[in-house]
């Protein structure tokens, strides 16, 4: 395995993600002092991305899997697959839209939002443009071009990000101007209305810049090449969907866990916080973004195990120091949310974790992608997702949105350990478990002593003390890299 050819487009991939991640985090800065926690205006946003992420695996049913799959094989013209995914979910898109607004009223009163249908409306046109443009965006990454890839990104992040800032910082100087502006803007609950408008308008800006890409819609389709790749897909469908429930359910759950205001509150609290925890979600993208291009490349021969081996080595590793790193410097990342969402602070830690073990499960995942065994992914992720949905219709009356962290944790935990298991009976890889508990156990021993030992120290010199952590834990890095001279 090429690690360094890993390592570039990782940063290249990576560089969209944190840059975008930052600049949205000086967004979470902004609603979450401009919306007031006690108005629950910001759990209409986690709870309404909660429900586009999840009918967005729907919408992209585990094609861009697929089309990695097959554009890889020998006996299949990369133009055509490309093509016939596209049509795909461009046509199921467009079914999807016609249902919602065909329903609009209906759907919007189902799910809470009966004084405003017009965000269910907005959030649908938005999840089929982003389910479109998953499968561009999946063939920037095949062809390998990730400079095209992160300039729109950017395109998005920063129209996004402009929007934002005149819309919450400009346009309430005029107020006491045009107070009907002012009665707009607490109408749609303290500028959330707005959020979404932009969201709108930045996704379809980006969609026109794809229009180079689309000359694929003009390859003949291919009825039988259809038929393959959807036999393929099924279980990724599956797979997908009961994948994003472990991520979103506890968003979408909690409203009706918790009915009215408090539990929007609540949801507030807690998708605040988890912004802080998402750090290790950015590392786990960036790093699938340049894996699967490498590992489904060289399944056109022989897979090399140690690419698998490798890649969860070097994952684990540093996800492990973004761990400690975001854990050391809470008392300064907690600033990225208002003060009145601190209180949920202490959920950090265990989301993270859990989005450890979800990485983690990604990486053990090949083995029934490359076999073309995936139904065994849908069958992992519905027991992962059954259990994460039992702890938190469970716990969630009791203990809020605790249960919603609690829940994931779980979830994933049980998602990695059964792939692990059967994986290694259906395709055993010689992980390096030496090496990769030698590191986990040096960043627990670290945690821990931060937590216990140094918990009556004053928050600038536990920090300090924790930099020389960090420190020690990234020479250990450079002397694995020195030995596996990567």
């Not at 570039?8 to 000086?26: E, H, M, P, Q």
């Not at 990454?141 to 996004?160: E, G, N, V």
């Amino acid at each position: 395995m090429n690690l360094k050819s890993l390592a570039k487009d990782t940063a290249i991939y990576g560089l969209s993600s944190i840059v975008g991640r930052f600049l949205n985090y000086l967004l979470v800065i902004l609603h979450t002092r401009v919306i007031p926690m006690e108005s629950g205006g910001y759990g209409i946003v986690s709870n309404l991305y909660a429900w586009t992420a999840l009918l967005l695996a729907f919408l992209t049913f585990g094609m861009e899997t697929t089309f990695f799959r097959f554009s890889n094989k020998e006996e299949e013209n990369p133009d055509k697959v490309y093509s016939t995914a596209l049509k795909m979910v461009g046509v199921v898109g467009l079914v999807f839209l016609l249902v919602v607004f065909c329903f609009l009223r209906p759907i919007s009163l189902f799910l809470g939002y009966e004084l405003h249908p017009e965000y269910i409306g907005c959030f649908a046109i938005i999840t089929a443009l982003d389910a479109f443009q998953a499968i561009l965006y999946t063939r920037l990454r095949q062809q390998r071009r990730p400079l095209k890839f992160l300039s729109l990104k950017m395109t998005f992040i920063f129209a996004s990000v402009l929007l934002n800032l005149f819309v919450f910082l400009v346009l309430p100087k005029f107020f006491g101007r045009y107070p009907g502006l002012e009665e707009a803007f607490i109408r749609y609950d303290y500028g959330v209305g707005f959020i979404f408008l932009i969201n709108l308008i930045c996704t379809t800006l980006v969609t026109f810049a794809f229009i180079p890409e689309m000359k694929g819609l003009g390859v003949r389709f291919d009825g039988a090449l259809c038929k393959r790749m959807l036999k393929y897909t099924w279980p990724l469908l599956l797979m997908s969907v009961v994948g994003m429930m472990n991520q979103v359910a506890d968003k979408i759950l909690l409203p009706q866990l918790m009915p009215g205001k408090d539990g929007m509150i609540q949801l507030g609290v807690y998708g605040a916080c988890v912004k802080i925890a998402m750090i290790m979600s950015m590392l786990v993208q960036a790093f699938r973004y340049a894996y699967e291009p490498i590992v489904f490349g060289e399944s056109k021969g022989k897979t090399n195990d140690r690419t698998l081996a490798d890649g969860m080595k070097w994952f684990i590793i540093f996800s492990i120091l973004a761990f400690l790193a975001v854990i050391f410097y809470l008392p300064l990342l907690k600033h990225i949310i208002g003060s009145g969402y601190w209180e949920g602070l202490d959920v950090v830690p265990v989301v993270m974790l859990a989005e450890l073990f979800m990485g983690i499960y990604f990486n053990l995942s090949f083995w029934y992608k490359l076999t073309d065994q995936t139904w065994w992914g849908a069958i992992i992720n519905a027991v992962a997702v059954a259990v994460m949905i039992a702890v938190n219709v469970i716990f969630v009356p009791k203990i809020g949105y605790w249960a919603c962290a609690w829940g994931g944790f779980a979830g994933y935990g049980v998602a990695m350990l059964m792939s692990w298991f059967i994986g290694q009976k259906k395709y055993p890889i010689a992980y390096d478990v030496k090496r990769i508990g030698a590191f986990a156990g040096l960043g627990l021993s670290l945690w821990v002593i931060s937590m216990f030992v140094l918990k009556n120290v004053g928050d600038i010199w536990k920090m300090v003390i924790e930099t020389l952590f960090l420190a020690l834990y990234c020479y250990f890095i450079w002397r694995e890299i020195k030995t596996d001279k990567v």
